[in-house]
């Protein structure tokens, strides 16, 4: 049954990036908010759950409504937190890739059109400029999204987390949004490609502002505070 199960998802996968990926990612060209994109992601993924026999449950969800601009913070066990996380803001967040990868061929033009944000981790300062710059410019509309594990979980158990990308964000002044998935793992653990049935539930937590022109004293309590709310709430959703 799993078998039959993954061979539609992957299927339906391929269906929707040729048939509706393809010509949406045309239409986003001459958008600088990347709309058309965004919203076939959002299609995308809230199908691919369904197909894998998934369901989805939220709670918190009115903490983020009527925000404008705000940073998700989750942790990180499955390619299916990233279908989570489109269904939620209903789109695709923009998400951060160190600048190396957008050298690769192809590969780094899809990161561009989808609008991921290319940030320099030799050059902090010039990452924050290219953020702001971006915010001010409204090429930067929906949330963004960061998984400060690095990695997805291989065994499920919560891990520490990486600095860079956090300490990045926190210099923008953009309000910080914790966040709880569980349930991913059980649909595709990492390693794995087959997708099975699972009950997906996302605990989000307030808003918060972390502050700009902290200190690396003050921006480790602002993780460690981040880190304690999720793994917290992870141990009880």
């Known amino acids: 049954m799993n078998f039959l199960r993954t061979l539609i998802w992957w299927i339906t996968c391929g269906l929707i990036v040729v048939f509706l990926g393809i010509p949406l990612a045309i239409l986003s060209i001459p958008d600088p908010q990347r709309r058309p994109i965004s919203w076939g992601a959002y299609i ?29 913070v989750g942790n990180h066990q499955s390619y299916f937190d990233i279908f989570t996380l489109c269904c939620i803001v209903k789109g695709a967040p923009h998400f951060l890739a160190k600048k190396e990868l957008f050298r690769i061929p192809v590969f780094g033009q899809l990161l561009s059109l989808a609008r991921v944000l290319k940030i320099d981790r030799q050059n902090p300062e010039s990452a924050v400029r290219t953020i702001k710059e971006s915010l001010e410019r409204g090429i930067i509309r929906r949330p963004i999204a960061i998984f400060p594990e690095g990695t997805r979980s291989p065994t499920g158990e919560f891990q520490p987390f990486r600095k860079k990308g956090l300490n990045i964000l926190m210099d923008t002044g953009i309000p910080f949004v914790p966040m709880v998935i569980k349930g991913t793992r059980e649909a595709m653990p990492k390693g794995r490609y087959t997708v099975r049935p699972a009950r997906i539930k996302v605990n989000i937590g307030e808003p918060f502002v972390p ?14 505070k981040l880190w304690q709310w999720i793994h917290s709430h992870l141990e009880t959703l």
Not at 48 to 71: D, M, W
Not at 216 to 223: I, L, N, P, Q
């Open 44 to 72: 995308w993924s809230c199908t691919l759950i369904k197909v894998a026999g998934c369901t989805l449950e939220v709670e918190g969800k009115e903490n983020i409504e009527g925000l404008q601009q705000f940073v998700l």
């Open 211 to 224: 502050g700009t022109g902290l200190t690396d004293e003050e921006k480790d309590k602002v993780r460690e």
